[in-house]
C-alpha cells in the first residue's frame, strides 16, 4: 500500500500536529480527508524515500521535540531489499509528472520518456518490471523542484524496507 495521498489534517488524532506533508492514516480517516496537492514532495511518486547519506535524510526528519535548548531528532536506518532497479538520471519534465506514481508498475511504455528529460542514455529495460527506482543526484546541473542534488532511492513497496536501528541525536 503506498503512502497517502491526502492532507494530514490538525484535528486527527493519529497525524494531526507532526508537522506531516501527508496523513499516515488509512482511506477511512473521518479527519484527513483533503487531497493532497504537489509541493516540491514525493516528487517521484508514493513511495517510501531513502537516501545514502544522513544529511539528506535529516532535511527531511519532521519537526523534532526541543528540550535544555537542544533539538532531539529522530531517524531510521534500514535495510532495502534491491533486486531490479531502474536507475534514472535526470530532470523531470514538470514538477508533478511523477507525483501520483503509485509503483512503476504502473508506467507503461513511453510513459517515462513523456515524463523524464534524461540526461544521456535513457534507462534500459521495461520499466514496469522494475522494484526500485534510483534517481541519480545531479549535483552541478539540478534543477530545483524537478531533479535532485543528492542520489535518493524510492521503494513502492513496504516489504522492501524494514528498520533496522532507530538514531536519536540532538543538535
Known amino acids: ?12 488524532p493519529v497525524s494531526g500536529n507532526r508537522g506531516l506533508c501527508t496523513s499516515l492514516c488509512a482511506n477511512d480517516c473521518v479527519h484527513c480527508i483533503e487531497r493532497h496537492s504537489w509541493g516540491r514532495c514525493h516528487m517521484y511518486g508514493l513511495g517510501i524515500y531513502l537516501a545514502d547519506m544522513s544529511a539528506k535524510s535529516h532535511r527531511y526528519i519532521t519537526t523534532p521535540e526541543c528540550g535544555d535548548r537542544k533539538r532531539r531528532c529522530t531517524m531510521l536506518l534500514c535495510e532495502v531489499l534491491a533486486s531490479k532497479t531502474l536507475h534514472l538520471k535526470g530532470h523531470l519534465r514538470s514538477g508533478s509528472s511523477m507525483h501520483d506514481v503509485p509503483s512503476l508498475r504502473t508506467i507503461w511504455g513511453r510513459d517515462l520518456q513523456q515524463m523524464v528529460e534524461f540526461v544521456g542514455r535513457p534507462p534500459k529495460g521495461s520499466v514496469e518490471q522494475m522494484e526500485l527506482l534510483y534517481v541519480e543526484g545531479l549535483t552541478g546541473v539540478h534543477r530545483p523542484g524537478l531533479s535532485v542534488f543528492n542520489s535518493e532511492y524510492v521503494s513502492f513497496h513496504p516489504y522492501q524496507c524494514l528498520p533496522k536501528y532507530q538514531i536519536i541525536y540532538e543538535m
Do not use: R, W
Open 1 to 12: 500500500m503506498p503512502p497517502s495521498d491526502v492532507e494530514a489534517a490538525a484535528s486527527c
